[in-house]
């Protein structure tokens, strides 16, 4: 008995920990709750009413389409085939526009244009049509909506009347929240659920871990990481640290805008590496600092199902790039606001991604904010990101601080 209740713990923990490993360390479109009554969504913030009877869950999700993410469905065999699916595609493109032209079905083109509504204070696009076949009618029903640089999307296809209805209620019924409440949202009855095409992809993404990453070190002014293979040559006089504690941030518009769970994101998924003000930072001035902040972060907590461009000519994976970027940074200290003009660079065989954008800062014994030019570069070294955030209160210094020197050097064998 005891051989048995130990083989069963041991089980038990073994699975624990591949729950653990397959659970994101932020909300992916796929991450949701579920329960007998609902499902709801943690990226999106949206809790959807299932029907209660003869229907089950089914997967349709699909690992090798980056950009289109199956989220749920349910299929009933009762009076013919019914089938509820959500999916959710990211665009290039205004989402609410995208939305529209998604909301036609495929034989649609030219049919009649989709009605506007409200569902849950958001526009809706919706779209529906009645068709006979050998078997009856048959009953088609797509609504599309633009949030968060994708098209949400739900569609109905049904053999009988009342499901058809019942589903139309349920859809036009659709309650949104703040994301970071879903779990509280989707109550204690719910699981957590995340598609198989999530599970393969996590199972199979690279083991970093930022907080055990090589630090490198500093020598003069030239900060240097053997295991990513770069080294960084910070301006003449300026003064290196690595203690974050030792800066203030800037913030991208006011303090008020950081949100605890971006910061919490931030805080788990970055590590800083290096950093350099042109003065010390221990100083009272009554006048910016300017810096340069190094920083290392884990791909699979902002991007998961993004690669990073292979080439300066991979225009819509570079588009891509820049979307999350904002998406995933834009309310922290590494990204100000008005960040959309993506420019790419190859250096020495590496891609590299800059973002201007503008931030604040207070001005000493004044409730004034100083306007501060930012400049957001990443690029991708063994599977880790790698970030710099170089700061002025002038575009000119600004300028001269994105021609500093970085050089690759080959890495160190891991012994």
């Not at 992916?28 to 709750?33: G, K, L, R």
């Not at 495929?106 to 569902?119: F, V, W, Y």
């Not at 973002?355 to 014994?365: C, T």
């Amino acid at each position: 008995m005891l051989r048995i209740v130990l083989a069963a713990l041991l089980l038990c923990l073994g699975v624990c920990a591949e729950t653990r490993e397959l659970t994101p360390r932020i909300p992916v479109p796929e991450s949701a709750f579920l329960s007998r009554a609902e499902y709801t969504n943690a990226f999106f913030g949206f809790r959807l009413t299932l029907p209660q009877k003869h229907f089950e869950v089914i997967d349709l999700s699909d690992s090798n389409k980056a950009l289109r993410h199956f989220l749920f469905a349910e299929k009933s065999l009762d009076h013919g085939i019914t089938l509820l699916i959500l999916s959710a595609t990211q665009v290039l493109g205004n989402p609410d526009e995208e939305a529209q032209k998604m909301a036609f079905m495929p034989s649609e083109q030219g049919a009649k244009p989709p009605e506007a509504l409200d569902i849950g204070g958001r526009l809706f696009w919706k779209n529906q049509t009645e068709q006979k076949s050998f078997s009856g009618k048959a009953y088609r029903l797509r609504y599309a909506t633009g949030m968060r640089g994708y098209v949400l999307v739900v569609s109905v296809s049904a053999q009988n009347a009342r499901q058809a209805d019942e589903l139309r209620q349920n859809i036009e019924s659709i309650k949104f929240f703040d994301p970071k409440s879903a779990k509280e949202m989707a109550g204690a009855d719910s699981r957590p659920y995340l598609t198989e095409a999530v599970q393969h992809r996590l199972q199979n993404a690279p083991q970093l871990d930022v907080a055990r990453l090589d630090p490198g070190h500093l020598s003069g002014n030239v900060y240097s990481n053997n295991f990513l293979g770069f080294s960084y040559r910070f301006p003449e006089g300026w003064h290196l640290g690595r203690d974050p504690a030792q800066l203030t941030l800037t913030s991208p518009q006011s303090h008020s805008q950081q949100t605890d769970a971006k910061d919490s994101w931030t805080e788990q998924c970055t590590r800083v590496l290096s950093f350099a003000t042109e003065q010390s930072p221990s100083q009272d001035l009554d006048h910016f600092n300017p810096r340069i902040l190094i920083l290392a972060a884990d791909p699979a907590c902002f991007a998961p199902d993004l690669k990073f461009p292979e080439s300066i000519h991979d225009n819509q994976d570079i588009q891509l790039f820049g979307e999350m970027i904002v998406r995933s940074f834009a309310g922290t200290p590494f990204l100000g606001h008005n960040a959309s003009r993506l420019l790419a660079a190859d250096l020495d065989g590496h891609l590299f991604l800059e973002m201007p954008s503008l931030g604040a800062v207070p001005v000493s014994g004044s409730t004034l904010l100083r306007k501060v030019h930012m400049s957001f570069v990443l690029t991708s070294l063994k599977q880790y990101w790698v970030i710099w955030l170089m700061e002025s209160d002038t575009e000119s210094q600004l300028s001269r601080l994105m021609k500093t020197s970085i050089s690759f050097v080959p890495s160190n064998p891991i012994r």
